[in-house]
């Protein structure tokens, strides 16, 4: 009886202790996000320079670095409007949709749902 005791509580100890240490695997997105800022996923503009094709397409944004492949085929413009801003610094550009109109409020929600890091100064 004791023995099996024991055996139960090692068991149940291990089990608590393994799931404490990868208990972040499992959390949902929005509890991710933070994780990464605060574990430092930085992207210089140097490497999003590389992922300037529509298929490949990464921007900088307000100091946050967005991966927009698949978000190009969605977007309400002709096609070149956007695609031209892959691989580059393009706050102004979203800012104004290059010609002085600001984006909505939904775009804004749209934009935040692409963002995989933040922009490192050199
Ligand atoms: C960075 C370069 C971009 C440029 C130059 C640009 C330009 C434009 C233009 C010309 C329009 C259509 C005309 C208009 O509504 O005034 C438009 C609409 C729109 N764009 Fe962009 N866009 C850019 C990036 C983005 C991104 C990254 C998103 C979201 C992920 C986005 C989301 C939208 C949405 C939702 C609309 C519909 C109108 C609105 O809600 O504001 N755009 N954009």
Redesign the pocket.
Known sequence: MMRQLFIIATASFWLLLLGFASSDRWLPNQVQAPLLIARGNFRTLGEVARHKTADDCW?A?NGEV?D?SS?LPE???EPE??KV?CGRE?SE??RT???N????A??DR??AE?RIATLQDR
Do not use: N, T
């Not at 109109?101 to 909505?104: G, V």
């Open positions: 921007m944004i967005y927009l978000y977007h309400p413009s409007v956007i801003w393009a550009a979203y949709k290059m010609k109109r600001a984006h909505s939904r775009a749209q934009l692409y």
